[in-house]
């Protein structure tokens, strides 16, 4: 038995092994799939827009796609040609086109779970096709607007038409005559040429400048140049820039001439040179189109005093671009800004900002008094009022009915430079209110606010003789011009 047991299991061994020799399993393993990837696009293939939606999906049968990785192979940008990753399946591509016509292949390729590429990625090529952006110059320098002479800084405005892309992401390239090797890249429509660009040989000269303008779009295509040509004058005559005075009165003002007078007459006994300062006539140039052109004009300057006498209107350049006298005072600029309604309060509008008020008028605070049904910060004079100087331990007398004056508080009386002493004017102030402050800012910067116009107490009297020239003389020696 033991020999037959022994016989039948050598015999089912061997009975497998030529089985196993002599036939073949059933079904064999399959190897594993790779990922396959489709792309796709709307509309024709033929030349097209250098802006194409691109579209792409990826299949797997045994598994599923973890994303895929994409690249753009563009003649014009040669050393772009890495793979980039993402999970989104379709992708808004700028192709660059400087020339105007390149042909450019998307490819793309799935990735699925197991990290595995598909080794044969999805390609399409594009012939591509871009138009040139057109700028042009809406808002320059020229005699139309008297700017046609300006200091060293230009405000320009321009239109953007890019026939088949967005004027939105058009860049444009701004340079002066001299400087296209280094222009300035600006996105928008409008820019404030810095004063530097202005230097030749790195000094400010007078004489005719020219800008140009160049729009580049998003597919690096440059269109056609525009320019404007316009005059540019040095701040002043001499080495030293120490004074901008801004004429802001018409020569149809009755006033005119004796508020020039008492103007020029001040400049001339500061003592300061011919040719360290210069006066703007706001009727004949206006060359401020911006806050920054404002800013970066003042700034060629050590001081400047703004003047409008007793215009009860409010300054268009000023109240449209004040802003621009912060930063002035900022990097230590002083100036004087003499004007009816000056400020901004309750039920007035003023040409300063209430923000600027804030945060360069020192805390002082604007003085209002009732008025039914609300209040008003609008004060005035109904006639002849003593006012008190406090720089010159002295007086001035008021000889004019004036309304739209701004009044302050003296929350700080060192900064007081003409007071209204308690009920001398019209709508009865029950305390003293300043129309005139100095208020120091940061970096020796100094500002003067002054809303009493000085030619309103030039007249003489026995009691009170013309004190005006020698308060406003006063008043530009706090702005440094007495001093060497």
């Known amino acids: 038995m033991r020999r037959l047991f022994a016989s039948l299991v050598l015999a089912g061994a061997a009975a497998l092994l030529a089985a196993a020799a002599g036939c073949s399993l059933r079904g064999t393993m399959k190897p594993m799939a790779v990922p396959h990837t489709t792309i796709f696009i709307q509309g024709p293939v033929d030349t097209v827009n250098h802006i194409v939606h691109v579209y792409w999906f990826g299949s797997e049968p045994d598994g599923y796609i973890a994303g895929f990785e994409v690249r753009l192979l563009d003649p014009a940008a040669p050393s772009d040609t890495s793979w980039r990753f993402t999970v989104r399946k379709d992708s808004v591509i700028t192709v660059y086109t400087p020339a105007g016509f390149t042909t450019a292949t998307f490819e793309a390729r799935a990735i699925d779970e197991r990290g595995v590429r598909d080794p044969n990625p999805a390609r399409e090529t594009f012939k591509l096709r871009n138009l040139p952006p057109i700028v042009k110059l809406i808002h320059a320098p020229n005699a139309a607007d008297r700017s046609d002479t300006t200091f060293a800084s230009a405000t320009v405005e321009w239109t953007v038409n890019d026939p088949d892309g967005d004027a939105g992401k058009v860049m444009s390239r701004v340079w002066l005559d001299g400087h296209a090797d280094n222009p300035d890249l600006v996105p928008g429509t409008i820019f404030t040429v810095p004063s530097d660009r202005f230097r030749v040989g790195g000094t400010f000269a007078s004489g005719p400048r020219t800008l140009f303008i160049q729009g580049i779009d998003d597919g690096g295509m440059a269109g056609p140049i525009d320019s404007v040509r316009w005059y540019v004058k040095r701040p002043v005559a001499g080495a030293r820039a120490r004074l901008l005075v801004i004429d802001d009165l018409p020569n149809t003002n009755g006033a005119k001439t004796r508020v020039d007078t008492l103007y020029a007459n001040a400049v001339a006994n500061t003592g300061i040179p011919a040719d360290s300062w210069t006066i703007l006539h706001l009727q004949f140039d206006q060359p401020f189109r911006s806050a920054k052109d404002l800013e970066q004009t003042l700034k060629l300057f050590e001081a400047a005093v703004w003047y409008r006498g007793e215009q009860p209107t409010l300054s268009t350049p000023l109240t449209n671009f004040g802003d621009g006298i912060g930063p002035y005072l900022d990097g230590g600029g002083r100036m004087m800004i003499e004007s009816l309604n000056l400020v901004t309060g309750q039920s007035i509008a003023g040409e300063l900002s209430p923000g600027f008020q804030a945060q360069y008028l020192g805390g002082a605070g604007i003085a209002q008094y009732p008025q039914p049904p609300d209040s008003s910060s609008a004060w005035g004079f109904s006639g002849t009022r003593v006012l008190k100087c406090p720089i010159l331990s002295d007086s001035l007398e008021n000889n004019r009915i004036l309304s739209g004056l701004s009044a302050f508080r003296l929350r700080d009386p060192s900064q007081a ?68």
């Open 417 to 484: 430079l003409i007071v209204a002493p308690a009920h001398t004017l019209s709508e009865d102030n029950s305390i003293d209110l300043a129309l005139a402050l100095a208020v120091s800012q940061a970096n020796g910067g100094l500002l003067i606010v002054d809303g009493y116009p000085m030619v309103s107490a030039t007249i003489s009297t026995t009691g009170f003789p013309q004190r005006a020239s020698l308060v406003l003389l006063e008043m530009f020696g706090l702005l440094g011009l007495t001093a060497p």
